[in-house]
């Protein structure tokens, strides 16, 4: 096993985020009440998104896979709605409206296979 480090620890990450939160929440996303979009990525019309990961048994992730299936919506929307409904029934406003940075794959993995 080799000794040199790649990538960078979490600490590493963590430090610039951590450092930019305050300025950035103070900043407008574009496409609100027509205000000015901050620099880099909101900047080009995209808002900035980050992760939220959760842990579920394999047997829990095959029941939400199922639905996803069963209503086709991603799980992405899904999550969200389910964040939403928990917000609600706190009385906090809901979660901004994003898009998966990422497509879901369905349309390419048909294409992949060969089907339609």
């Known amino acids: 096993m080799s000794s040199t480090r790649r990538g960078r620890s979490l600490a590493e990450v963590m430090s610039p985020i951590e450092d930019e939160a305050p300025?950035?929440?103070a900043k407008p996303v574009a496409g609100q009440g027509g205000?000015?979009?901050p620099a880099g990525e909101e900047a080009r019309g995209a808002p900035a998104v980050v992760?939220?990961?959760i842990l579920v048994a394999p047997e829990d992730r095959r029941r939400l896979r199922q639905l996803s299936l069963d209503t086709n919506l991603s799980l992405q929307k899904l999550?969200?709605?389910a964040w939403n409904l928990l917000l609600q029934k706190r009385g906090l406003p809901p979660l901004k409206p994003v898009s998966a940075?990422?497509?879901?794959?369905r349309?390419?993995?048909r294409l992949r296979n060969?089907?339609?």
């Open 114 to 116: 060969g089907g339609s």
């Open 51 to 53: 992760p939220v990961n």
């Open 23 to 25: 300025a950035e929440a």
């Open 107 to 109: 349309a390419a993995g």
């Open 35 to 37: 205000e000015a979009a």
């Open 79 to 81: 999550g969200h709605e």
């Open 101 to 105: 940075n990422v497509p879901s794959g």
